[in-house]
């Protein structure tokens, strides 16, 4: 028998994507206690990247939205503070790579990156971030995604820095290695 013979796990593959976490030395969460976490909480297939909080896993419940609220709480419980966190299925996150409106800069992937928008942005709210859009830097919002492409870096960046001030949509940024690393994950857990 091998490996391919045996039974599948059920249910759907997830990314969450934390914001908040583990930035500048505080709200500290090792990744080791983010995967015990999701297991205690029924979870599967667990894995997770990088100390900024992603999290790969299969849950029967086919829900985002709910498991983002259900996520938001335990998290909160568990470590004292409030994260939001975008929870995605594994064909959002496949769109977001296929969409990516920068393929000429995806070599360069600490100069692109995606943030995964509670939303979709208004009219108006586009507008007025275009308006801030001044400095070297291009975006392009594609539903709940909002692309960047940061020539310089997005340390160095002065528009990156006003996204969620002038957006005023929540959300989470992540570079495009981190996207096509949790694109992979996910793959494999799926």
């Not at 205690?40 to 297939?45: A, C, P, V």
């Not at 299969?58 to 829900?63: E, H, I, L, N």
Request: net charge positive.
């Amino acid at each position: 028998m091998s490996s391919n013979d045996l039974p599948r796990t059920q249910g759907k593959v997830f990314v969450a994507l934390f914001s908040g976490i583990n930035v500048g030395g505080n709200r500290i969460v090792k990744m080791a206690e983010l995967r015990s976490f999701f297991e205690q909480l029924g979870f599967s297939d667990v894995a997770t990247y990088v100390q900024s909080g992603n999290a790969v896993f299969r849950s029967p419940d086919g829900d985002a939205a709910m498991l983002t609220k259900r996520l938001e709480a335990e998290f909160e419980k568990k470590w004292g503070f409030h994260s939001r966190i975008m929870v995605r299925d594994l064909g959002w996150l496949e769109r977001l790579a296929t969409d990516n409106p920068y393929p000429e800069v995806a070599g360069e992937p600490t100069k692109l990156h995606a943030y995964a928008l509670e939303r979709q942005p208004t009219a108006e709210e586009f507008a007025r971030l275009a308006e801030k859009c001044t400095g070297p830097e291009r975006f392009e919002i594609k539903g709940d995604v909002l692309y960047l492409h940061a020539p310089d870096g997005l340390g160095k960046s002065v528009f990156a820095n006003l996204i969620p001030r002038v957006l005023k949509v929540p959300g989470t940024a992540r570079n495009w290695r981190t996207v096509l690393m949790l694109l992979e994950m996910a793959k494999a857990g799926g």
